[in-house]
């Protein structure tokens, strides 16, 4: 009889290539690979990443409770029915919370080799970290969210770590601190939705730092390899009477030892952070590497803002994108705006010679606007675009700004000037 199936070329492939197809397809469909024949029952319990989704059960009630625990069942099951060594291990499912199988999973997962380790639970209680993830010693990449993490005394680090990302984790002020220093090879760490933090950051392998959150004070201590920064600092009434009663220089303690930046974001008071004690020190540093810089809310009305923009742009001689975005909603000051501020001998008259496009957005068209506008136009000679987007169509202001900028000396012969209305 003449088999009009075929030969079975699939089943008999190596192990590996049959587990870099399964590790493609969500983790239900792998498992239900196991009903195509005798060959495949059990291929799926032997591949190294499990990844847990919304879709890994399809949301058969509107009982939430019901769902979950189904979820529950679903993971306790697949991993008392693996085999081998599991390197990644994900849950990114909105129906699981805080429930007592996490312990059960993180002391199964701390036994075969876990390299990455990301926890995405639902809105709900928060869940605490077992101890047992402290024995995880090969791990390489860690998320965590809505958790509290309690490092215990006997914990000496992650050794292999080298990506860390903690959203909204309860965890005080030195445990993550100790935490980061403890990873002698992170290169990738962002912290978010902390509250009232003062930080001092020590990782002398750190490349890439993304922040969020309400933080009374940044010191980046040790991260000569960083190559771009993301920051977004919250205010409150607090740390605003902080900022007011500091009197040290934060562009020195955040940015003083960052000698190989290539990219900086700064989201809401981020300026305002670094403006503290900025008229009381020399910067030292140059970037030499630093290519693009982002500042948004900036508030034109505080010279120690423009200041803070203006040491970053001139002390970055490879710098070829600028985008600023002004603070709409802080109200103009009644008195006249000091303009003695541009002629000051203080001011840096370093060309901005790799400069090619600039974007500003939130504009008002006030007169220290204009005047950070000028000094943008007559000291960039490869300048190819300036494009301006007004906080409020005003067709009174944006003509007077077109005026003022018109009569302005420009070093680029072929830079364009360009009004966008959204």
């Not at 599991?86 to 080799?113: A, G, T, V, Y």
């Not at 902080?242 to 008071?269: A, M, R, T």
Request: with cysteine.
């Amino acid at each position: 009889m003449v088999d009009v199936m075929g030969p079975d070329l699939i089943s008999d492939l190596p192990q590996s290539i049959i587990e870099s197809i399964l590790v493609q397809l969500p983790i239900r469909d792998a498992v239900r690979t196991s009903i195509l024949s005798s060959k495949w029952r059990y291929k799926w319990a032997s591949i190294t990443q499990l990844v847990f989704d919304d879709k890994c059960v399809p949301p058969f009630s509107n009982d939430r409770e019901v769902v979950e625990r189904s979820v529950v069942k679903f993971i306790t099951r697949a991993l008392f029915l693996h085999q081998g060594p599991i390197h990644k291990f994900q849950i990114s499912n909105s129906m699981l919370q805080s429930c007592p199988e996490i312990d059960q999973w993180i002391l199964f997962l701390s036994r075969n080799d876990i390299k990455v380790l990301v926890m995405e639970l639902g809105e709900g209680e928060f869940f605490r970290i077992p101890s047992s993830l402290f024995n995880c010693r090969k791990l390489t990449r860690l998320e965590l969210s809505r958790c509290d993490l309690d490092p215990p005394h006997s914990f000496k680090g992650f050794v292999c770590l080298r990506s860390l990302n903690l959203h909204q984790v309860l965890i005080s002020p030195d445990a993550v601190e100790s935490l980061i220093s403890r990873c002698p090879l992170l290169e990738s760490l962002s912290l978010s939705y902390f509250d009232n933090l003062a930080l001092t950051i020590s990782a002398p392998n750190l490349k890439y730092l993304y922040l969020e959150g309400e933080f009374k004070d940044i010191c980046l201590e040790d991260t000569p390899l960083l190559v771009e920064i993301s920051i977004a600092m919250y205010m409150t009434d607090d740390i605003a009477e902080h900022f007011e009663q500091s009197s040290n220089c934060n562009f020195l303690k955040f940015l003083g030892g960052v000698p190989n930046l290539e990219k900086l974001v700064g989201l809401i008071y981020f300026t305002k952070y670094l403006s503290i004690g900025i008229d009381s020190v020399h910067l030292p540093i140059m970037y030499h590497n630093l290519e693009t810089i982002e500042l948004y809310q900036v508030n034109f009305e505080d010279t120690k803002e423009i200041l803070v923009i203006l040491r970053m742009i001139t002390s970055s001689p490879n710098l070829k994108e600028l985008h600023i975005s002004g603070s709409s909603n802080i109200p103009i000051a009644a008195d006249a705006p000091d303009l003695d501020f541009w002629e000051k001998g203080s001011l840096s008259d370093s060309a901005l010679n790799k400069l090619k496009t600039v974007k500003l957005s939130e504009m008002g068209g006030w007169p220290h606007e204009i005047e950070f506008i000028k000094y943008l136009l007559c000291r960039s000679p490869v300048l190819e675009t300036l494009s301006i987007i007004p906080c409020v169509f005003d067709m009174g202001n944006n003509l007077k700004m077109l005026i003022e900028l018109v009569k302005c000396r420009r070093a680029s012969s072929r830079g364009e000037v360009i009004f966008i209305h959204e």
